[in-house]
């Protein structure tokens, strides 16, 4: 029994598949989030070192996560539609990328509006906020790439060749900004510097990854959607789906 | 952790600015994200002319 | 028939030979050189103009300006890698030719660095003065320019090829290549500011190293697969 690897690698099936799948990631991502904030705010105790400030820890953590995360599975999913041409990876790729270098820009205000009461200063260079500041400019090259190519074919294999250099490239910046932080003003204060965390402080932040996680899925899949449709408009089942509501044009 | 009151909870032990700014703001963020996406299905289906969510494929 | 003089395409043949084509074709238009050098001059000499003439000040700074100066002019000479071939159509023909397109392309990356990246390092020690830097901080600030600049070609030739004909590619090329920069812009610059603070600047010297090994070993390949992508 050989397993069909291509069936849902066609934009057609991917379509309903994903339009299937929607709901349940977006209600199970809801329903993380209440949960992971109520834990937060309501069962998380005050930390004696920061007090209610580092509530913040639950978008915080999460967001920094799933941007590094995102920008991991793009770069994953580009190498596999620029390795094996499946137009599909390309544009889970594509559709990647904005909800990535949004959890970024989360990750970064959250971290300045965290700062400000801990260490005084909206911005600080701590060595991960500025590698969360590169990663962010990762993301912005990829978007502006493909953005300013209009054959979709050129645009994702272009933005798969940045996306791969981009990650290889991951590592040694984090290393030479931590090198580089570290060189300069002493360690500051990190962010996450605090003893041992609570019990319910680590669930609810667990919580919130997991609600981030799916709300990610969510969102890559209908703009995945948006993006077939887009650039499968002239194709035959496209035209059935108009037919199937009756609207001839 | 109980809350004694609806204030205590808002002021945040005095760092309430600053939870409830970041959390506005990644909501705000995130929100902002959903409208755009159903922004750009609603535009998609005006434009292709789809009725409504075609999610089941109707085998004919 | 004077006989004919055989060719041939062998390696080192056709990396001379785009070398050497390639700066023939520099030299014909010596005002593209020029102007790549004096916007360096003129960023390094317009800081103390904003930053005011403490001597101190510009001292501590100066390894940071050079080096970002360094940076911008090499890149802004990036779109020139490829363009005028790729225009004329003879970017397709090499893209033909039997010899494997990483050599060529690697050719081409050193007549960049040959035409851009050289006339820094020479012009570094200059400016260094106006900055009050000691002697051996010139020397450092030299030699780092001389290990950081070829990695500066050999990265934005990258830049450069995925934005091959695109409109806007100037600034997308600074947009894609900046951050990968930006390794090599923390140890060349630390490296003078820890030959400046007595420290050693051996282990930032050897770092630069590793970086211009590997994107050596990786930048011309990866430069290939992208005009494949770009022209194909």
């Given at each position: 029994m050989s397993i069909n690897w291509y069936k849902y690698a066609s934009p057609a099936s991917f379509y309903f598949l994903a339009g299937k799948m929607i709901p349940y990631f977006s209600i199970v991502a809801v329903i993380l989030l209440l949960v992971g904030l109520y834990i937060g705010f309501f069962v998380a105790p005050t930390d004696f070192?920061?007090?209610?400030?580092?509530?913040i820890i639950f978008i915080h953590v999460p967001a920094a996560w799933m941007s590094m995360f995102l920008y991991l599975v793009m770069a994953f999913w580009s190498g596999i539609g620029l390795a094996f041409n499946t137009r599909l990876s390309s544009m889970v790729a594509t559709a990647i990328a904005p909800t990535g270098a949004m959890f970024t820009f989360i990750a970064l205000w959250t971290g300045a509006w965290w700062g400000?009461?801990?260490?005084?200063?909206?911005?600080?260079?701590?060595a991960r906020l500025t590698s969360e500041l590169i990663l962010l400019f990762l993301y912005i090259g990829f978007m502006s790439l493909q953005a300013a190519i209009d054959d979709p074919r050129r645009a994702d294999r272009a933005g798969a060749i940045i996306a791969l250099v981009g990650v290889v490239n991951i590592p040694i910046i984090y290393f030479s900004v931590q090198w580089w932080n570290t060189l300069h003003q002493?360690?500051?204060?990190?962010?996450?510097?605090?003893?041992?965390?609570?019990a319910s402080m680590l669930a609810g932040m667990l919580i919130m990854a997991f609600a981030a996680w799916m709300y990610s899925i969510a969102m890559i899949l209908m703009r995945t959607r948006a993006i077939i449709l887009e650039r499968e408009r002239h194709t035959a089942w496209v035209a059935e789906l108009k037919g199937v509501t009756g609207v001839t044009r | 952790m109980s809350w004694n009151s609806w204030a205590e909870f808002f002021s945040m032990g005095g760092y309430g600015l600053y939870v409830w700014g970041s959390y506005l703001v990644s909501f705000a963020c995130i929100a902002g994200e959903i409208w755009l996406i159903l922004n750009r299905r609603r535009t998609l289906q005006k434009y292709l002319g789809l009725k409504d969510e075609s999610t089941t494929r109707e085998e004919k | 028939m004077p006989p004919q003089r055989r060719i041939n395409y062998t390696f080192l043949n056709m990396l001379i030979w785009i070398i050497r084509r390639d700066l023939l074709l520099a030299m014909r238009r010596q005002a593209d050189v020029l102007t790549t050098l004096f916007f360096f001059i003129i960023v390094v000499s317009l800081f103390p103009l904003g930053v005011g003439p403490e001597m101190n000040t510009l001292r501590i700074m100066a390894p940071g300006v050079v080096w970002v100066a360094a940076l911008l002019a090499s890149m802004l000479s990036l779109g020139r890698i490829f363009s005028t071939d790729y225009l004329d159509g003879t970017l397709e023909q090499i893209l033909l030719s039997p010899t494997s397109l990483s050599l060529l392309v690697l050719g081409k990356m050193f007549s960049h660095w040959l035409v851009t990246g050289v006339p820094l390092v020479l012009m570094a020690p200059v400016l260094g003065i106006q900055y009050d830097l000691p002697a051996n901080a010139l020397f450092v600030l030299t030699l780092s320019l001389l290990l950081g600049t070829p990695i500066l070609s050999l990265i934005g030739a990258i830049g450069a090829a995925l934005t091959l004909?695109?409109?806007?590619?100037g600034v997308l090329v600074s947009l894609l290549v900046l951050p990968l920069y930006i390794p090599v812009l923390i140890f060349g610059a630390g490296a003078v500011e820890a030959s400046i603070a007595g420290l050693g600047f051996e282990a930032h010297f050897s770092l630069l190293g590793a970086f211009l090994l590997v994107s050596l070993v990786f930048a011309p390949w990866t430069t290939a697969a992208s005009l494949r992508i770009s022209v194909g």
């Open positions: 070192q920061q007090g209610e400030a580092y509530r400000k009461p801990m260490w005084g200063a909206w911005w600080v260079w701590d002493g360690a500051s204060v990190s962010v996450t510097q605090s003893p041992k965390m609570a | - | 004909g695109l409109r806007g590619g």
